[in-house]
């Protein structure tokens, strides 16, 4: 494991909100990003069916969102959303891991743009997307 993934990954399990929501890093190189979330009945949004919080499902792809701009070689420095627009496209299989991916794809002096799929283990279509702005802090 290199360096700045065992660091990442020390970073987001101090959060206090990652860390309750049991998210880990999976991989974080330039510009990418994979955290996944295990399933926990404490997050279930609807109690007949079971499906996670759609909240608990955001700050997955927040987070994930967030490291892909850490990782970004063109990045030296911190970040913050600015904007992070989600669709939520099905309910995620209850009983079932999600996994964010999120892509850096673009960054300007003071904004970075980011892409990211949600996904459980079942085949097919994604749980959620996203597509986000997030501060450059520190390039000049």
């Excluded at 660091?7 to 860390?19: C, D």
């Excluded at 069916?49 to 997955?60: F, R």
């Amino acid at each position: 494991m290199s360096d700045k993934l065992r660091i990442a990954k020390q970073f987001i399990s101090a959060l206090p909100y990652s860390g309750a929501l049991g998210m880990e890093l999976q991989e974080l190189d330039g510009g990418v990003s994979v955290i996944d979330m295990p399933y926990d009945e404490r997050l279930v949004g609807d109690p007949r069916t079971g499906v996670l919080h759609g909240g608990a499902v955001s700050a997955l792809m927040d987070t994930c969102c967030g490291a892909a701009v850490m990782s970004h070689p063109s990045n030296p420095g911190g970040t913050a959303t600015i904007d992070l627009r989600i669709e939520y496209l099905r309910a995620a299989v209850p009983g079932q891991r999600i996994t964010a991916r999120a892509e850096c794809y673009h960054v300007t002096r003071s904004v970075a743009f980011v892409r990211a799929t949600a996904r459980d283990e079942e085949d097919g279509s994604p749980v959620a997307t996203a597509t986000g702005s997030f501060t450059v802090e520190g390039k000049r």
